[in-house]
């Protein structure tokens, strides 16, 4: 059974930061490409950040450019957000998603291409 567990959400003020983290059991992690997505009450998910296989290539949504950052180690089966100066519009529930890559490695933004999905963490913003 293939499990993404997200964890390190919670309760920040504005300008502060937070590091979520997802563990992957169940997959062969090196061959999946792993995105963050977000969805805030009352609105679509909406892709935050993701990474390739072997991490070379990442992309972000225009909203946190500059303030998150994507990382991953393939020898813990982990990835990770690092999200600084938050502000209250990044209030969401953010989801751990991996997509299956088996011979390519390029970045993918669509929801509906990933295979497994973590439960969501939640993450809110106090102005």
């Known amino acids: 059974q293939v499990q993404l567990v997200e964890s390190g959400g919670g309760l920040v003020q504005a300008g502060g930061s937070l590091r979520l983290s997802c563990a992957a059991s169940?997959?062969?992690?090196?061959?999946?490409?792993m995105g963050w997505f977000r969805q805030a009450s009352g609105k679509e998910r909406e892709i935050v950040g993701a990474?390739?296989?072997?991490?070379?290539?990442?992309y972000y949504a225009d909203s946190v450019k500059g303030r998150f950052t994507i990382s991953r180690d393939n020898t813990k089966n982990t990835v990770s957000l690092q999200m600084n100066s938050l502000k209250p519009a990044d209030t969401a529930v953010y989801y751990c998603?991996?997509?299956?890559?088996?011979?390519?490695?390029?970045?993918?933004?669509?929801?509906?291409?990933?295979?497994?999905w973590g439960q969501g963490t939640q993450v809110t913003v106090s102005s």
């Open positions: 990474i390739s296989k072997d991490g070379s290539s990442t």
């Open positions: 998603a991996a997509v299956r890559r088996l011979l390519l490695d390029s970045i993918v933004t669509k929801p509906i291409n990933y295979n497994y």
């Open positions: 169940g997959l062969t992690f090196s061959m999946y490409g």
